[in-house]
Structures are given as C-alpha cells and as structure tokens.
C-alpha cells in the first residue's frame, strides 16, 4: 500500500534563505508524485507533479522537487524563501496498485521570519 | 474556466443531526474526490467517483456517511448522524481523467458540530 511520510510539521526559515520540505513515500509501483500548497483560507494549489518523466520537476513561484527513487524521496526546494511561500505544504501520491487512490502527507507548516 | 464550486461555505449543527454538502466539478472532469481535513492534519480521501461510478470508498465511514454522484456530474455527499469528530473541512476535487493530471479544489465547507 502507497503512503508519505512528510518528516516535518514545522520548517521556519528567515526571508531569502533556502527553503528544503521533506517527503518519503512508499509505493509498489512507479507512483505519480506531488506538492500542494495551501494558504490560509484558500484552496490546495498545485506546486508541481512528478509522474516518470524528468527526475527534476520545477513548479510556480520558484519551488523544484528531485524524484530520488533510490531514496524514496521527493523533497521540495526554493532557493530564497519570501514572506508569501508561508503556508501549509502537502507532499502527495498516487500509484495505479492503489486503485489510484490519491494520499496525502501531514503537512509541513512553513514559516518565514523577516 | 470554472473552478470547483462547493456549497456550502460554511455549516453549523448539532450531534445527530443530518448535513449534506454540494460539490459541482470542473467541466468535463470525469473523476471526483471527496476528502476530509481534520484541523491539523492532510486531507484524508473518503470516496473517489469515475463518471457516475464508486473507484474507491474504503475510508468512507458507511453506517454515516453517504455520496452520490448521480449523472456524473456534480456531487453531494452527506452526514446522518453528524458526531463531534466529524468536524472538519470537506474538500472536493476533480481531475480530467487520469492519475497523474492535476486535481483541482474547490475552498471546502467548514462543518463545525456542537
């Protein structure tokens, strides 16, 4: 069975440093990968999506996320961070063994100090 | 275009009684979720329509919970009888037709049960 398992629940970062949100997954089958981001009193938005093309997947605002099968990763990176990237980060999966069934991560709450 | 349309935006009840929420997708979408999002924590997937079909409602807590997705179209699903931890956000989604397309959310109804 799939899962993800996003290994922080806080990350706090100061403007203009690099920003790095850890995710592991678990799948039997080559899986379709994903980050959301959710501000508050929003919607979920599409950061970006890995499904077996290029192992480096960049996305809006900067964000880019490495598909490492070797490590069961999928973290999520941004050079410099702005007071706007503060929000809720979801790490997602989905895999065709798990009837396509779509999981998401904890969340990973991004802070960003001025 | 549209986005996903949810109503509505925000529910108040008390325990046992009956709520429903309304979720129309985008256009042409053939498949539908409905997740559940307990403060704090990622949304949890409780049912996945393709078309008019049930793909996946392993985590739908059936002796309460109902959904329906009639024509294919817009959805509603339903709580009877609401309990306390059923307050949550309920997002629902929709992507074109396969896995690894983008899901696009509606904001959610906010259920709050006292």
């Known amino acids: 069975a799939q899962s993800v398992t996003q290994l922080d629940s806080h990350v706090s970062v100061s403007e203009g440093t690099p920003v790095l949100l850890r995710c592991n997954y678990s799948s039997s089958y080559s899986p379709s990968l994903f980050w959301y981001v959710q501000h508050p009193n929003k919607g979920l938005q599409l950061l970006l999506k890995?499904?077996?093309?290029?192992?480096l997947v960049k996305g809006i605002n900067g964000f880019e996320a490495e598909f490492k099968k070797s490590e069961t990763s999928f973290h999520l990176t941004k050079p410099s961070a702005h007071m706007s990237d503060a929000a809720e980060y979801f790490c997602v999966v989905s895999d065709p063994t798990g009837g396509f069934k779509t999981i998401f991560g904890a969340g990973t709450r991004l802070f960003v100090k001025a | 275009e549209a986005g996903v349309a949810q109503s509505p935006r925000y529910k108040i009840i008390e325990k046992r009684q009956s709520v429903a929420f309304w979720c129309n997708p985008i256009s042409g979408h053939a498949t539908l979720y409905w997740y559940q999002q307990i403060l704090g924590q990622g949304p949890k997937l409780l049912i996945q329509f393709q078309n008019n079909g049930v793909v996946d409602d392993s985590q739908l807590p059936k002796d309460r919970f109902s959904a329906e997705r009639l024509k294919g179209v817009d959805s509603t699903l339903k709580i009877q009888p609401a309990k306390l931890e059923d307050s949550a956000v309920y997002l629902c989604?929709?992507?074109?037709?396969?896995?690894?397309?983008?899901?696009?959310f509606g904001q959610g109804t906010r259920l709050t049960v006292v």
């Open positions: 989604a929709s992507t074109l037709d396969r896995v690894d397309t983008e899901a696009f």
């Open positions: 890995y499904t077996s093309a290029a192992t």
